[in-house]
């Protein structure tokens, strides 16, 4: 088991920049990839960013690309995005998730482990 909380989230105006973190307790951080989903109200869950286990594969939703930035620190057992240029489409609960299978997923369902979310909006 392993638990994941995050943290980060506000209120933030176009084109500003917010940095979440996921910070997990339990087992072994590194043996999972991480990712970044989010969910806006009324919208289904998406993918938006997701790290391997190491670090060093990070894929991207197309929409986010050149905008935000997934990486991940396993001394702290943290995972971090970093997200600039922010629009009101960014606007949703975001979660992190842990995959034990250490896939570099766009899919929710391959994901063991997920945080309760933490609130981004972005003002116009």
């Known amino acids: 088991q392993v638990q994941l909380v995050e943290s980060g989230g506000g209120l933030v105006q176009t084109g500003g920049s917010l940095r979440l973190s996921c910070a997990a307790s339990?087992?072994?951080?590194?043996?999972?990839?991480m990712g970044w989903f989010r969910q806006a109200p009324g919208k289904e869950r998406e993918f938006v960013a997701a790290?391997?286990?190491?670090?060093?594969?990070?894929y991207y939703a197309e929409s986010v690309k050149g905008r935000f930035t997934i990486s991940r620190d396993n001394a702290k057992n943290t995972v971090y995005l970093q997200m600039s240029s922010l629009a009101p489409e960014d606007t949703a609960v975001y979660y992190c998730?842990?995959?034990?299978?250490?896939?570099?997923?766009?899919?929710?369902?391959?994901?063991?482990?997920w945080g309760q979310g933490t609130q981004v909006t972005v003002s116009s």
């Open positions: 339990g087992r072994t951080f590194s043996n999972y990839a």
């Open positions: 998730a842990g995959d034990l299978a250490g896939r570099i997923s766009a899919y929710s369902r391959d994901y063991d482990y």
């Open positions: 790290i391997s286990r190491g670090g060093s594969g990070k």
